[in-house]
Nanobody
Framework: QVQLVESGGGLVQAGGSLRVSCAASGRTSSLYTVGWFRRAPGKEREFVAALLWSGGGTYYSDSVTGRFTISKLNAGNTVYLQMNSLNPEDTAVYYC?????????????????WGQGTQVTVSS
């Protein structure tokens, strides 16, 4: 089993930046993919970004490409999502998700482990 805990959410003004973190614990050596999803008020949860746990690839949705960066230190168990040029449409609960399998990274149902989410609010 793998446990995921998000942190770093908060309130930021439009145009600002915020970094959220996802700390993984448990059988992290088995992980293959870690992703970030978000759910805005009244909307379905959507894919934001993902990376391969052992390195080699990062993936982004069109809506965040060029503004958000997903990363992980080689020896660490924390995945970061650096969010720049935030706008009110980025307001959502951000969830970290992980799996030990090779998957289609943007497909929510492919992930096995989920965190509780962290709220990001962007004011205009």
């Amino acid at each position: 089993q793998v446990q995921l805990v998000e942190s770093g959410g908060g309130l930021v003004q439009a145009g600002g930046s915020l970094r959220v973190s996802c700390a993984a614990s448990g059988r992290t050596s088995s992980l293959y993919t870690v992703g970030w999803f978000r759910r805005a008020p009244g909307k379905e949860r959507e894919f934001v970004a993902a990376l391969l746990w052992s390195g080699g690839g990062t993936y982004y949705s069109d809506s965040v490409t060029g503004r958000f960066t997903i990363s992980k230190l080689n020896a660490g168990n924390t995945v970061y999502l650096q969010m720049n040029s935030l706008n009110p449409e980025d307001t959502a609960v951000y969830y970290c998700a992980a799996t030990a399998r090779l998957i289609a990274v943007a497909v929510e149902s492919q992930y096995d482990f989920w965190g509780q989410g962290t709220q990001v609010t962007v004011s205009s």
